[in-house]
Structure formats: C-alpha cells, structure tokens
C-alpha cells in the first residue's frame, strides 16, 4: 500500500489538469457573483485623485502596450533607475532640513547629526534672506520666520563651521534667486582654500514655485532669469557638481496637489526655464543637467512610487524633444509630506514618515528629508531629528533598500500605474503649454483651480471619513495630552538680529567696502562676467545680503503678482473643531459630554454605541457610555443625572419607531435642554423623527465635521 503510494507521488504530473489555472474573465465572473447584485466598478475599483482607477487585481495583459518595460537600469528612459547598479553602488543621500534661524543653533544641529548616520544638509532661509533683505530692513514676521537668518559673510561662516565640503553634499534653497547666495558660498570656500570641484549639492532657486506659493516676485521674471543665468553659467565652469536650476513640485504638493497635477507642475516649470536660459544664450548642455527636482512624498504608497518613476519618463522625453543628446543625470529629491502631517496624536506622523520615506526610496530617489514628526508643532528638538533621521537609515541598514535594483521593476501593478501617471501628468503637461506655459498658467488662475478641485475633493472625503487621517478624523485618543512645540520669540530674536547688524556696519573698512559696491554696480552695467568674483570679494570686504541686492536689482523691472497657492495641512480642518472644543472646555470647565442612550441588549446597541463613542471622540467629547437600559424612562433619568447637553439614542432601526417617541417624549416631560442624535439614518423613519425632536442623524458617510461642529454651536450658545 506505502509502495504503491510512492510510486504515484514518483509520476510525473500536470497539477494544472487537477487545479485548472482560471482566467481574468473567470475571476471576475466569480467575483460578480459574490457581489450579490452590488456593481463590481462600485465595489473594487478604486477611484484616485488623480483620475486613475485602481483595479482590485492586476494581470500580464495590463502590460501590453508599455513602452518602457523594455528598459534596463541606467538607460533610456532611466525609469529603472539612473545608474545600472542603483543604489548598489550609490546610495541615496540622507539630507535633513533644518528650521533654525540661529546660525549657531543650526550649526550645533547639522554638527551633531552628521556625526550619527546622515551624509548631508538642506539648508534653507527665513523669508527676509530669500528676499534679499539685511534683518534689520525687513519686516519683524519675516526674520527668522522658517529658516535661517543670514545677512552676510559672517553668519554664513557660523552656521557652516567644521562642515566637511569634500565629504557631504549641502543643498541651499534660496529662494527665487541664488546670486548672493553664491557670493557668500563663493567667499566661504575661498577663505578656507577648499577645492571647488570636491563641492557637491546644489545652490537651488525655483521662482515659479516661489511665485505660487508668496504670490509675488520683487523683481521681474526676465531680471530674476538673468541672475539665475549668470549662477548657472558660472557654477558650470567652477563648481561641477553643484546643482543651480530647481523645480519644487512638493510646493504644489503641500498645497493639496494630486501626483499627476505635482508632477506635470514641476516638469513644466523646468520646461519654462529651459527656454528663457536658451534665449539668453547658455546652450542645452549648460542646462540640463543643472536642475533638480524637489518632490513631496504623501502617504498613498503606490502612487507616489510611480509618480518618481514616471518623473524619469517625461523629463527624459522633454530634453529629447529639446534635442540633447548626452548622458541625462535625474537628480531627485525627495521630502515626506507636509500636508499630510497633524499637529493631534503627533507621534503617528512617524508611521507616515516611514511609508512615505519606503515609496521615496522604491521610486529612486538620489536624496531625502524626513521631516521629524512635531515639524508643525514647533522646532524639532535632538529627538525628532534623531527618530526622523534613523527613519532611513533603518531602511538602509536593516531593511536594505540599498542592495536591491529596482525592486518595483515589473510588478503589473507599479509599472501600470507608473504608465498611467506618466500619460495623465503629460496630457496635463500638454494642457499648460498650450495655455501658455507654467507661468502664464499661473497668471491666468490655471493651475490655481486645478489644485483647487482637489483639495475640496480631500476635504470633502476627510470630513466623511472616506479618507482616514489616523488618530485626527478617527481612532482619536481621547486621553492625548497636548504636545507643546519649541516656538522661536521672534520679537527677541528680531531684536537680536538688528542689532548685531547695525554694529557689524559701522565694524569695517568703510572706504574699502564703499569701493568694491560701486564696482560691483559698474560691473553690472557692463553685463561683465566677473559679476560672481567681485560679488565675492564684495561679501568678504562686510557687503551684507541686503546692500548687494541693492546693487543687483537697482533696475530689475517691475514686480509679478498672483493669487497665491496657500501651503496648508489636511488635517487643519479637524484641528480646528478641536481647538474649538478645548477653548469651549476652558470656558466651562470641563469637556463638552454626550450621552449614549444605549437601549436594549448589548448586541442591540454596541455597534453603533461604539461608532458613537469615536464619532464624538474627533471633537474631544467626554463620551458617557453607560450599560443598556430597558426602556426610556431609565434612559432618560440616566441622561439627566449626567447633565450632559447632548445624547445620542444608539439602537437598531426597527426599534427606533417605539423608542424614540417614548425617549423623546419623556425628555419634553422632564423639562430638558438636551439635543438628541440618532445612531443610524434608517431613511423611511427620517421625517417622523425630526418631527419628534431628533437634532440629527449619524452614520457611516455622514458629514462628521459638520454634525460636530453644529454641536459644539449648540454647546459653545
């Protein structure tokens, strides 16, 4: 009997003849019939902000048609990464960005977090040193309001002290403009002897983005192009791998942007830039390679993958289209989403991090910041930096991401969806140029109703709960203590700043400084190519920021207005109903309370008793959530000893004709000031309760932010 038993296990054998391999068409048949009459497009497939629908299932007939499958690792169109080794054999930079406006708190930060694992800086300005204004010129709100405060050569030199140039990249973002940025930047390596060609990073100005988001440019397009040009040019024959031309996509990002819309934002806004540098005389080779692209990285894993990987396709395509022919380095960076952030149950923006730190690194990034998780409760402190920076290096060192090539490559569902996003956001693309460009698309409200949609589509879904802002809009914790954010006192540092800059003028050579302005001013006049080293030594002789932009925009023409593209976070409107719940707590000394008349058995009422509970949770009510009662007069007598002002009736639909009236009846008797909700929208019942007194009805898909917010009007009068 065993030998007969092994003999059969020893035949060769079709498994296929027993268990049938079915086919997408046989799926689905079986899918509909479990469906039960519900329509599978309703049920399984997935509808985007983007306008793309997500299958439940993805097949090898979805490929068909895909021009980039074909594609190699470091060729073509460098969808599979930009080198044939990917990270293999260059991982990506772990660039933290820094909020300080202190040159020496900044400094101890990057000192610090170099030492334990990151590789790289993003350094960024206050609003006052992106305009080109000294501190004590500007208005008190603009210094040291989101970066760091530098007025010259000095502070400069503070905030980068013991930095290691031949060893880690620094990015700058400048702003609209990176001309004085490089003078400082310029004098510093000089002064230290520090060979030019070992620099990498960038020197980054974007002013479309810089337009969108401030909704002005001090100066014209034209003059602003024209400084740009002259960085571009110089940093081409002087620093090699320094970066000049950035495209912040992650602006649109922050700002509620879909994958499709950022992306064909960025590509387009490069596309303009590329044109008027070509007018002005540089050359596609002088170009091309000197952009980078900035990206925000959300939450939805997928999409943001193949929203990277599609980035590699259209700007590929776009220099090809503009002729160049040589090797196309993407330089791409990304940064985890700040729109998605939230200020409540802040520790969950750790969780977010890390998704949207893995889609980065899956797309091919060559850098990322991981924003530390109280980024918009304050300034990060050691400890968010430091579980924001092992972020990646987990991801390196334990997950090892960096030993793998392309690990999305050929999946049906990411190369599809990379497919997808990368004809949408051309098509879009398409859609701009013909409406005149990115910056006419701007002027003339374009691309400020296309994002518009968008987050009135996200709000809309978050206020329903459609969309989960885990720990915000649903699994509250009720118990959450309040994290309290380290604030800069503006008005103190302001100070501090003026001060220290009205004794640094009167510290130098003034004679010599007056004669190195004026030749800088005659320079300029001339157009002349030495413009960069007399600016250099112009900022080592004491010229501040502010006195040489003076100089350089004495005739920049007129300013550019737009409406502006406010930067926001999602979850605001929900913090929002909270904060309105904490100061109405305040007021009248306790926590607003519903009560949950919960009736009958618990297998009656528990379902919609717990929905209840978290329901009012989200506004930071005290939820009362007693044992069932047996009938309304227990109920009743329950809520006025709680004196609670709102109570929800938590029960079945077919019970609700009985008890409510009896509920509600009972609660007229005894002379209550109660609003009462009911669990549930049992539609044939909705009138005959209003008619008894219901206040409201809630339920999955309901407005969550509108009842609540209704409610605590009805508390806070």
Known sequence: MQENNVEKLNVNQDLTLDFPVPTFEEWKDQVVKDLKGVPYEKKLITKTYEGIDLNPIYVKQDLEGIEHLENTPGFISYVR????????????????????????????????????????????????????????????????????????????????????????????????????????????????????????????????????????????????????????????????????????????????????????????SAVEIINYLLEKGLKINQITNQFKFNYGVG?????????????????????????????????????????????????????????EAFSAVIGGVNSLTTNPFDNSIGLPNDFSRRIARNTQLILDEESNLSRIIDPAGGSFYVEKLTDQVAKEAWKLFQEIENNGGMLKSLQNGFVQNQIQKVVDERKKNLAKRKDV??????????????????????EEFFKKRSEYLQKYRTSGNNEKHSNIINKLNDLLKENSKEIVEVGTKAVLEGATIGEIT????????????????PQSRLSQIFEDLRNKSISISKNIGEKPKVFLMNMGSVKQHKGRADFSRGFFEVASFDVVYPNGFENAESAVNALKESNSKAAVICSTDDTYPVLVPQ??????????????????????????????????????GCDVLQVLDKMLNEYKN
């Open 663 to 700: 509920i509600m009846e009972k609660i007229k008797s005894e002379n209550l000031n109660v609003k009462v909700v009911l669990a549930g929208y049992p539609k044939e019942q909705i009138e005959e309760h209003k008619k008894n007194g219901i206040h409201d009805f809630i339920y999955l």
């Open 550 to 565: 003076k100089v350089l925009r004495s005739s920049a023409g007129e300013k550019i207005a737009v409406e502006k593209i």
């Open 299 to 355: 939450t939805f894993y997928f999409m943001e993958v193949a929203k990277l990987r599609a980035h590699k396709i259209i700007w590929t395509k776009i220099l090809n289209e503009f002729g160049y022919t040589g090797e196309i380095e993407h330089n791409l960076h990304a940064e985890t989403s700040k729109y998605f952030e939230t200020v409540f149950d802040p520790y969950v923006n750790m969780l977010r991090t890390t998704t």
């Open 81 to 268: 990464g930009g080198t044939a080794s990917g990270y293999v054999s260059n991982g990506w930079n772990i660039a933290q960005s820094y909020s300080y406006a202190d040159a020496e708190e900044f400094n101890n930060a990057i000192i610090n977090d170099l030492k334990r694992g990151q590789n790289a800086v993003y350094m960024k300005f206050d609003s006052a040193t992106d305009l080109g204004l000294d501190s004590d010129y500007a208005a008190p709100d603009k210094v040291g309001d989101k970066g760091l405060s530098i007025s010259a050569i000095q502070s400069f030199k503070r905030a980068l002290k013991d930095y290691n140039f031949a060893q880690n990249p620094i990015f700058i973002e400048t702003g609209f403009s990176s001309l004085s940025i490089l003078f400082l930047l310029n004098g510093l390596l000089e002064e230290n002897k520090i060979d030019k060609k070992l620099l990498k990073g960038s020197l980054e100005a974007d002013p479309i983005s810089y337009l969108a988001v401030n909704g002005e440019l001090p100066i014209s397009f034209d003059s602003i192009l024209e400084e740009q040009k002259t960085v571009t040019e110089w940093c081409f024959n002087n620093l090699p791998n320094v970066k000049t031309l950035a495209v912040n996509g992650k602006e649109y990002h922050n700002a509620g942007a879909n994958a499709v819309q950022e992306l064909a934002f960025a590509v387009s």
């Open 469 to 490: 802002l885990v720990g915000t809009n649903m699994y509250v914790n009720p118990k959450e203590e309040i994290l309290k954010g380290n604030k800069i006192n503006k």
